[in-house]
């Protein structure tokens, strides 16, 4: 089955600053690559995904970048800010084959020093 | 409004005592799932449903059943609990199956003594 490494497992950065998560997978079949942020005591809720066929999307100061040969892709927060700070996960998932599970890392917990 | 509700939030119970933990979308979404969350794993697929009556197994699935008899409804049971099946549950739904935004839960914390 699908393995995704993610890391690092906490990142403390200034407020203002950029942050980068970084996630790797092992199923060269997967095509979907979401990203979640998972406040404290909250639900885990979509920030930004990105399918195969695409190497790279923005929305505001996210952006997700991907790298099929090399079977990782990163989260970059841009100024960051005090709200910023939660657990974020990055998942893969292959539909072919008639699967369709989701395998999520094991989380980064991003810290918005002041 | 749109939702994935979860019945109960929090609940202890004891070794070998049978729980059902309910979820019930309103999104008509055909695929469901069900998530563990501990400190350090991050969150683990239990089962999945592609469609009524369409379940499979995730990464976890040893000690849990589902069963998927109407689109809404997607319960999870454990028949016979135990200590280390304590954790921090999620079920979500997607319209998208495994490809598409993921509607979490707001969890159900179960403590099994």
């Known amino acids: 089955g699908e393995n995704v490494e993610q890391h690092p497992s906490t990142l403390s950065v200034q407020e203002g600053d950029s942050a980068v998560i970084k996630c790797t997978y092992s199923d060269s079949a997967s095509n979907y690559f979401p990203w979640y942020k998972q406040e404290l005591g909250k639900r885990p809720q979509l920030i930004i995904d990105i399918r195969s066929n695409v190497g790279e999307k923005k929305d505001q100061r996210i952006a997700v970048t991907l790298n099929k040969t090399a079977k990782h892709f990163s989260l970059h927060i841009t100024e960051t800010q005090p709200e910023d700070s939660a657990v974020y996960f990055c998942a893969a998932s292959d539909s072919g084959g008639g699967a369709d599970g989701l395998t999520f890392g094991k989380g980064t917990h991003l810290i918005i020093q002041p | 409004e749109a939702q994935v509700t979860q019945n109960p939030r929090y609940l202890i119970t004891v070794t070998g005592k049978k729980l059902t933990v309910t979820c019930s979308q309103n999104m008509n979404h055909e695929y469901m799932s069900w998530y563990r969350q501990d400190p350090g794993l991050g969150l683990r697929q239990i089962y999945y449903?592609?469609?009524?009556?369409?379940?499979d197994k995730g990464d976890v699935p040893e000690g849990y059943k589902v069963s998927r008899k109407e689109k809404r409804n997607f319960p999870l049971i454990l028949e016979s609990p135990s200590p280390n099946q304590t954790s921090l549950y999620f079920c979500?739904?997607?319209?998208?199956?495994?490809?598409?935004?993921?509607?979490f839960g707001a969890g159900t914390r179960l403590s099994v003594l």
């Open positions: 449903s592609m469609n009524v009556e369409v379940t």
């Open positions: 979500a739904s997607s319209y998208s199956g495994g490809v598409g935004i993921q509607y």
